[in-house]
């Protein structure tokens, strides 16, 4: 049984930094694309970076510049430092892997259960 666990999450006043973490576990045979989606109250859960094996990234125009994604394969886990945070980035992150379990025999979707941010003005 495959799980992703987030940490990180955490209130920080406007300008402030945070660094989330993603380790995913199990019988995984691979991990392709590896990510991290935000969502508020009454909003479409939105996605906020990228990466995929090869380390090319991806990231919402909101949040370039301010953001960086990484991840450690030997690990199974996804990074994402925040930096000059803005109220705006307050919400539920969630991690996302697509990944490749032994027991599934085929790539799946995987969503961890959320960490909340909240961003003080």
């Known amino acids: 049984q495959v799980q992703l666990v987030e940490s990180g999450g955490g209130l920080v006043q406007a300008g402030g930094s945070l660094r989330l973490s993603c380790a995913a576990s199990?019988?995984?045979?691979?991990?392709?694309?590896m990510g991290w989606y935000r969502q508020v109250p009454g909003k479409q859960r939105e996605l906020v970076a990228t990466?995929?094996?090869?380390?090319?990234?991806n990231y919402a125009d909101s949040v370039k510049g301010r953001f960086t994604i990484s991840r450690d394969n030997a690990k199974n886990t996804v990074y994402l430092q925040m930096s000059s945070l803005k109220p705006e980035d307050t919400g539920v992150y969630y991690c996302y892997a697509e990944i490749y379990a032994s027991l599934a025999g085929k790539w799946d979707d995987y969503w961890g259960q959320g960490t909340q941010v909240t961003v003080s003005s």
């Open positions: 990466i995929t094996l090869g380390g090319s990234t």
């Open positions: 199990g019988r995984i045979l691979s991990i392709n694309t």
